[in-house]
């Protein structure tokens, strides 16, 4: 088991990324190459591709290609891939993937194209593979196969009120503890607002939870065991579910990122946190834009671990035409077309682009926008990938870890038989690995 | 012509328009036949997480049988068909009569009353949820304008059936209100005239001859509401998931959840061929019952 981690986690993917230094044609590349190809894209309908598909028509100016969008919320669009890839149907050529979610299974089914190659020698001068971040690509390397490129970096990130912390008295928090104890203080300080809001969805928790977990010094699995009934995963299990149970608003285990916004923009949360993509969401109307501080979520024991993913575009290993795939994955994760998506909100992945004066520019306007920047740059530093159980299957694990939430937050079980029930059915997904 | 000639011509005929017919027979077939023998054949495969298909023989179905999920499955599905039919054939009852007498009731008012079930059930869902957020929504505004505790709703493992039930029924009981209206035009006024003229009080003439007369109609609308009760799903996905816990994880949202987020297709058909014989055995009961209550 460990050697095999070591060869997926660590050496295949530095050999692939070294692959993507050697030097490249990007002499011999056309644009054009391609001209009078249709490209289908099957895209979840985000800010992240709302923003890109903005610029559709510059790429089939760019290429004289087509290109067909397939777009649905993200579930649906799953649920379509899905469809597709069992029928070994060659629909969908490029496809939007988090790798930190279904990376693992859908590399082991080999639904990815292999992208290591194409990332090598059909690269335009301007492209910089090597500039899109290295974290994110090793995030997206399985066996050695590089799968997908990133289209942008997000994470959870901790929103909170200026205005009613000082109100109460309360600095920003730098710990866990102290956004224990400012809930804590703001529940009798301010009886109106709800002091902290977060994931408690099932499926969703995992999101946040892990940040939490990796914070305090968890880990999900130990000698190839579930490690959620060590002192820390009981730590972190308990400290996230008693933060939303007596401080979360009624309800909140049906609460995912919509209803966190919804919350916190209405002035009725005095802590969020939620991913750093809401951000446009939560500044909409512009209620909140002067009064909200942002922060990577404050440190635990072992200080601050943030969980940092991004979507990426995937070649699908059924498409006819996986050279024009590429060139579409090329353009939208070219430094050109993420310049133009920052400018929209949508956090780059390549750090030239976060370093752009226009894109500075735009940061520097808000006070806000700079808080937002400087925490996507700790998660870029310091970020780790792993949402949920780093097995194939990742996205089963996660409906273990937020039942065991739940069962905390709805008082149904004690901690110390919440974790030992999902460690067991975590066990028996671990052992399928 | 001869009787041979004018045979032959028939057959001919008849081989013409068998020959005609026989591409949209062969297309409709094959419309409802591939996905059923598709969906058969899946339960007898297994899929590892990553997708690998090997045959499982009847193991998806014997694993059926140790699954506590399964069998919390079949309960939440038959708590919520259970609640859910009752309430649309009470209301629906209750308001076929309502615009029945009331004749005069502009046709605006009418329409209002039947138009839930014209709203798509992914739009309702999402009206719900947004009514009845415990923070938010309108529900628990309302109850503690009257004085009320408010309420978790459809964030409380004890009432998220219930709460469900109810969005079902506010969604479906029009449609129930109007398969009734439709049985209550066609009733016989002479049994209601010898009714009057006997001195029926108007509940007699409800107990003894609107609801015996109407019976097959009730039934026909609960077979039509029962085989889409036990498949609920899309409220349930929009507002709980499945959820708090697994209090709402019908067995058709467990399925969905099986096949396409842990990618088991094999067992997920294997459920879902367990709820079709489910909901087949439903149709077939209230079909007998049909026939025994029909005049």
Redesign the interface.
């Known amino acids: 088991m460990k050697a095999r981690t070591l060869a997926t986690q660590v050496a295949l993917p530095v050999i692939a990324i070294a692959v993507m230094t050697a030097p490249s044609r990007a002499a011999d590349f056309d644009w054009m190459k391609f001209k009078g190809k249709t490209v289908t894209f099957l895209a979840n309908n985000n800010p992240v591709s709302q923003a890109l598909l903005t610029y559709k028509a510059d790429f089939e100016k760019l290429t004289g290609m087509a290109l067909k969008v397939d777009s649905y919320q993200e579930q649906q669009m799953r649920q379509r891939l899905v469809t597709v890839m069992n029928a070994d149907s060659d629909e969908v050529d490029v496809f939007m993937t988090l790798p930190s979610r279904e990376g693992e299974q859908f590399a082991a089914a080999g639904w990815y194209g292999d992208l290591t190659a194409m990332a090598k020698n059909e690269v335009a001068k301007d492209y910089d593979p090597n500039g899109l971040s290295q974290a994110l690509l090793k995030a997206a390397t399985f066996g050695g196969k590089l799968t997908s490129m990133p289209m942008n970096i997000e994470g959870p990130i901790f929103y909170y009120r200026t205005d009613i912390f000082k109100k109460c008295g309360l600095e920003a928090p730098k710990t866990i503890k102290d956004v224990e104890a400012a809930a804590e203080k703001i529940k009798t300080c301010d009886s109106t607002v709800t002091p902290f809001v977060s994931r408690g969805l099932k499926p969703a928790v995992a999101y946040t939870f892990s940040n939490m977990l990796h914070n305090i010094g968890g880990s999900y699995i130990a000698n190839g065991k579930s490690n959620l009934c060590s002192a820390k995963g009981k730590e972190a299990l308990d400290t996230y579910s008693r933060l939303l149970r007596d401080f979360g608003p009624p309800g909140v285990v049906n609460y995912s990122f919509q209803q966190i916004s919804a919350l916190y923009r209405s002035g009725r949360a005095a802590m969020a946190f939620e991913s750093s993509n809401e951000l446009r969401t939560v500044m909409e109307g512009g209620a909140r834009l002067k009064d909200t501080g942002l922060l990577p979520f404050p440190a635990g024991d072992a200080g601050q671990v943030p969980t940092t993913i991004g979507w990426g575009m995937a070649v699908s290993s059924h498409s006819k035409q996986p050279d024009a795939a590429w060139y579409f994955v090329q353009w939208a994760t070219s430094p050109e077309i993420q310049k133009k998506m920052a400018l929209q909100g949508i956090a780059p992945p390549r750090p030239a682009v976060a370093e752009d004066p226009e894109y500075r520019k735009w940061i520097d306007e808000e006070p806000v926008r700079k808080e937002w920047q400087a925490a996507l740059d700790v998660l870029a530093t310091k970020g780790s990938s792993e949402v949920g159980y780093p097995i194939v299957a990742n996205p089963q694990s996660r409906e273990f870890i937020g039942q065991a939430v739940q069962d905390l937050i709805l008082k149904q079980k004690p901690v110390d038989q919440a974790c030992a029930d999902a460690d067991k059915a975590l066990d028996a997904l671990i052992s399928l690995n | 012509m001869s009787d041979t000639a004018a045979t032959l011509t028939q057959d001919r005929q008849k081989l013409e328009m068998a020959a005609l017919a026989a591409p949209a027979v062969v297309f409709t077939v094959a419309m409802i036949a591939f996905p059923v023998v598709y969906t058969i054949w899946l339960g007898f495969q297994t899929f590892?997480?990553?997708?690998?298909q090997s045959f499982a023989g009847l193991a998806n179905y014997s694993k059926l049988i140790s699954d506590a999920e399964f069998w919390h499955g079949l309960w939440v599905t038959i708590a919520l068909y259970v609640l859910s039919l009752t309430l649309q054939l009470v209301f629906g009852i209750w308001l076929a009569l309502v615009l029945f007498h009331a004749k005069r009731l502009p046709g605006i008012v009418r329409s209002l009353f039947i138009s839930p079930f014209m709203m798509p059930p992914v739009v309702a869902g999402m009206m719900w949820l947004v009514i009845l957020?415990?923070?938010?929504g309108a529900a628990n505004y309302i109850l503690q304008w009257l004085g009320l505790p408010?309420s978790?709703?459809?964030?409380?493992?004890s009432l998220v059936i219930p709460t469900v039930a109810l969005i079902d029924s506010w969604q479906w009981t029009p449609y129930v209100a109007l398969i009734v209206l439709g049985g209550l035009q066609s009733l016989p006024p002479s049994v209601y005239e010898a009714a009057q003229i006997d001195g029926a009080s108007p509940f007699k003439t409800f107990q003894r001859i609107t609801l015996p007369l109407l019976l097959p109609t009730i039934v026909t609308a609960a077979i039509l509401r029962s085989v889409d009760l036990l498949r609920f799903f899309d409220i349930i996905y929009i507002?709980?998931?499945?959820?708090?816990?697994?209090a709402s994880n019908t067995l058709n949202i467990y399925g969905f959840?099986v096949?396409?987020?842990?990618?088991n297709?094999g067992y997920a058909s294997a459920l879902m061929l367990t709820l079709t014989a489910i909901v087949f055995g439903a149709v077939l009961a209230f079909n007998r019952l049909r026939g025994a209550v029909a005049w």
């Open positions: 590892s997480s990553a997708g690998k957020d415990p923070s938010l408010p978790d709703w459809l964030a409380s493992p507002t709980t998931q499945g959820g708090p816990g697994n959840r096949g396409f987020e842990f990618f297709i």
